[in-house]
């Protein structure tokens, strides 16, 4: 598969956190996030970013998730959505998000 082939295959779009809450069932800390994406409809993620940002701090950021990824069950919670971040220096998760506002739903090119 040619490689600008195989980005194509993969989902990214951008969403807004509308809802945090800690997934404390989780092994490592995370939060359960529900986001707007748009057409696409309200889709949840299990993302660990309990060590950088509040649930308060989340609610209203646009991330990037990969949305076709298929759904995992993450300690009782459905991920459907795979929120994407880097790691800083300590290794610990920091958002890869849009600059400014952009509609909802829309995808990464």
Do not use: C, H
């Amino acid at each position: 598969m040619d490689p600008v082939d195989a980005f194509r295959v993969l989902d990214l779009r951008v969403g807004r956190i509308i809802r945090a809450e800690p997934n404390d069932r989780a092994r490592k800390p995370a939060y359960k996030l529900w986001i707007d994406l748009g057409p696409l409809g309200e889709k949840t993620s299990s993302a660990q970013l309990r060590a950088l940002y509040r649930p308060e701090e989340l609610v209203g950021r646009l991330v990037v998730a990969a949305v076709n990824l298929g759904t995992r069950n993450i300690a009782g919670f459905q991920s459907e959505v795979l929120v994407l971040g880097l790691p800083d220096a300590a290794g610990e998760v920091v958002l890869l998000a849009a600059e400014r506002e952009v509609p909802l739903g829309g995808r990464v090119y």
